[in-house]
């Protein structure tokens, strides 16, 4: 990615470990937080406050996220038993993942996810 080239970042998993994602907004810098994704309504109407933008796209279903030619980058902040499903979508989605840890439950669906990557 050329140095000018600004990462967009959806995030799934708008609380907990979701506000993590408040460190990656920078508007004016390299990357910019554009959209969170919660099925959780509190989660979801919160989550402008904890980035500090009202430019947010928020929905209740993560797969909306991974439609976007706009989001180049998904970050997993979701239930651990949610990770495999939402990681591997997002990779065959085409988007780079930061998955929280852990990576999946199972070593089976760590598995699933590598092999997500290298297709």
Known sequence: MPPSTQLRIGVIGCSGRGTIARHWHDPHGRSVVVAGADTNAKNLAAFPGVIGSDKLTLVSDY???????????????????????????????????????????????????LHAQER
């Open 63 to 113: 797969r909306a996220l991974l439609d976007r030619k706009d989001i180049d980058a998904i970050a997993v902040c979701s239930p651990d038993w949610l990770h495999e499903e939402q990681a591997t979508a997002a990779l065959e989605a085409g988007k780079h993942v930061f998955c929280e840890k852990p990576l999946a439950i199972t070593i089976e669906g760590c598995d699933r996810i």
